[in-house]
Every structure is written in C-alpha cells, then in structure tokens.
C-alpha cells in the first residue's frame, strides 16, 4: 500500500496456472494490482492439499522502480 497507494484494484489479466484435483492442487500466478499513485505485479505461489491452501511465495514488483515486497514476510 506504501508503495501503489490506496485504494488497491486487482487486474483483468491474471497469468500463470492452477491446478486442483478434489482437495489437493497446485498455483504459480501473476495478478496484476495498481493504485492511485502506481501499479504492481503480484506472484503467488502455492499448493494445496486436505483442502486447505498453503502459500510459499507472495511477492509484489512495483513497476517503475522494480521494488519487491514480500508480503508473506512478518
């Protein structure tokens, strides 16, 4: 939020994969958000298994300034 501004829209053109079979899958995305002062690229990655989701990588570019925040990070 720092870095696009608020408030934040997903994108129309998500790229990347996801796969489920029953309860159990696999994601490699890119969605695209942006702001009022900027736009990003978000990467997620995951897996899913019993039905639940887990997340591995959760990362934002910022576009222009090539900044990565990793929004999975404490």
Known sequence: MAEIG????MGWLVSGNV???????SADMS???EGPNGSASV???GTRKGGQW?????KATVEGTGTV???LAD
Request: proline share 8%.
């Open 6 to 9: 608020e408030p934040m829209k």
């Open 19 to 25: 796969n489920v079979t029953h309860d159990q899958g």
């Open 31 to 33: 969605v695209p958000v």
């Open 43 to 45: 990467h997620v990655v």
């Open 54 to 58: 887990t997340f591995t990588t959760v």
């Open 69 to 71: 925040v990793d929004l």
